[in-house]
């Protein structure tokens, strides 16, 4: 069950929430730009079953609040158990190994739901970092994993624990179910380390079609049958 906003007592307005996954070299980048930012009250770092020392890293900064998932159970679980690991009425997802995040992305990815009650989702587009990931967020903005929603987005929802790296299209099913208003936010010069440099070419791109693979299931909603 996703937590309510009354299960704490006097919970954070934002929280921001990274899946990681043998990232050890890599979140501490992301984290030093989000704990810059005041309008977010919780950093939460899920450490999904890594073998390096993602969690130390992680952990090894100040106002960072680690979960850590016994074993690598896929994005869906990750950010499931984070959401769950808070109480905050905004939640704010970013990947773990991005490169060039500002603290003005990050403020301009949360702004649209401060300013605009009915705004129900952000999502971060990215621009003007490499040819690849530029190419496959124009194509297909809305499994971008940078993205911000109120709790009550999820109200409703299904459990998406088991969707993998379907769970952008958990959410993109979620939006057009509820009619949301969702906001694409322009992300300039941001973009992340791809599967391929961080396993070598071979164990990427299988890692690469495993993850087309979940987004195809969960698309077409061969889970279900």
Known sequence: ????????????????????????????????????VELVGEVIVVNDGSTDDTAAQAGSYLGVKVVTLSKNEGKGAAIWAGINSTAADILVLFDADLVGLTTKHIEDLIDPLLKDESVDMTLGKFTKGRAATNFSQALVPHITGQRAFRRSFLSGMEDFSKTGFGVEIAFTKQAKEISAKVI?????????????EKLGIQKGLFHRLQMYKDLVIHFFGLDRQ
């Open 184 to 196: 694409e936010v322009i992300m300039p010069n941001v973009t992340h380390v791809m599967k391929e």
């Open 1 to 36: 069950m996703i937590m309510t906003e009354s299960s704490k007592h006097n919970p954070p307005l934002i929280a921001a929430i990274l899946p990681a996954f043998n990232e050890e070299g890599r979140v501490g980048v992301v984290l030093e730009e989000l704990l810059k």
